[in-house]
């Protein structure tokens, strides 16, 4: 099961995106923020002092539907760490497996030994299987990435909406005290962005 991300933000004042299988497409990569966490150590589980670090970054997709109360465009914030090997019973790490779903092929060893530039990956499309988890009070609501998926071929491609607000502006706006309290982790009020014809995205990992 993937990462736990923040589906409902009462100062945001929006519904989680919905469990299922949804189209998504990478808006945004945040730079990797290091947090102590030992090796073993699940989600959700307090930090233990001098425990190891790893180094995760969030993946930002906007999924093809929108919170029809709201009128935003519904967005998964999945967090993982920014490592491309695999673990000791040779299982990729998860930004591994995402990485190959969005190019629609999965990284060979040599691939995921070279340097990959994330911008590469802005505008790449594949499918999301969400679930939801409550709160231990239940008074919130968590959309959970459990799994991702390539896109079948011939499916057309989901655009970032062109009213995407990066995480970087929302929080600069807070910290001013602009608009709404909006933290990098809440979604930004956009409407559905069109499906868009099929089209070919150069593989970074192509010979040049």
């Not at 914030?77 to 930004?95: E, I, M, Q």
């Not at 190959?100 to 340097?115: I, N, R």
């Not at 999301?128 to 959309?143: F, P, V």
């Not at 011939?154 to 995480?167: E, H, I, Q, R």
């Amino acid at each position: 099961m993937g990462y736990v991300v923040e589906g409902s933000n009462p100062a945001a004042n929006f519904t989680p995106a919905p469990p299922g299988v949804h189209q998504a497409v990478l808006a945004e990569v945040v730079p990797p923020l290091s947090e102590a966490c030992p090796w073993g150590q699940k989600p959700g589980e307090p930090m233990v002092e001098g425990g190891q670090e790893r180094r995760k970054i969030r993946l930002i997709f906007q999924i093809n539907e929108a919170d029809l109360d709201t009128g935003r465009q519904h967005e998964i914030h999945y967090a993982v760490t920014d490592k491309l090997g695999k673990n000791k019973a040779g299982v990729p790490s998860n930004f591994r497996k995402v990485v190959g779903d969005l190019l629609g092929k999965q990284l060979s060893d040599d691939e995921a030994a070279q340097p990959l530039d994330t911008d590469t990956l802005l505008g790449r499309n594949c499918q999301l299987q969400i679930e939801h988890m409550s709160s231990a009070d239940g008074t919130r609501t968590y959309a959970n990435v459990a799994s991702s998926m390539s896109c079948p071929k011939g499916m057309p491609l989901l655009k970032v909406s062109p009213d995407y607000v990066t995480a970087e502006k929302r929080w600069e706006k807070r910290q001013q005290g602009q608009g709404e309290a909006v933290t990098p982790g809440a979604p930004s009020r956009v409407v559905p962005s069109p499906l868009a014809a099929v089209e070919e995205l150069e593989d970074p990992f192509a010979d040049a």
